[in-house]
């Protein structure tokens, strides 16, 4: 019950400073930056991997000590931090072209993965493979180790 209300009280702060941030001085510090995109990537990448590797290893505890949670805290707070810097540009991109164009051929790339994966991991709950809503957690990780890596491949080859 406690990481309940631990959950609770990191996204109540997180969602504080989501307002708070763009209306105050500290604002303009804030940038979107190529070692800042990388950074984010890179902990997509991190999260989704050890998210896997945690579900397949403790498929009950996952679930149970919320685990699933605080495996996707880092990913949450980046993305939050994106999305406050959208709020502060107010309608600029903060990313470049590439970065955009990169992203949207690795969202592509994640979808038809994702989709395929989808079969896999309902063939392995069908077998009893798998047990109970192990499936989602293990589909969200998969989701963003795909995307996140799958982004930063493109836009290192180009």
Known sequence: MAIKILLLLILAVTFIIYWAIPRSRFAGRLKMN???FYLIHIIGIISGFLG???????PDEIMTNHLYELI?????????????LMRIK???DILDEKQ???MLYAISI????CFISMFF????????GIQGY?????FVFLNIFVFSSSTLVLFKRN
């Open 34 to 36: 190529e070692p800042l």
């Open 52 to 58: 896997i590797v945690v579900t397949v290893i403790f």
């Open 72 to 84: 996707l805290l880092p990913v949450f707070f980046v993305y939050v931090y994106s999305a406050i």
């Open 90 to 92: 107010k309608g600029e």
């Open 100 to 102: 955009n164009r990169d």
């Open 110 to 113: 994640s979808w038809i993965v």
């Open 121 to 128: 991991i309902y063939a392995l709950f069908k077998s009893n």
């Open 134 to 138: 192990i499936w989602f957690p293990l």
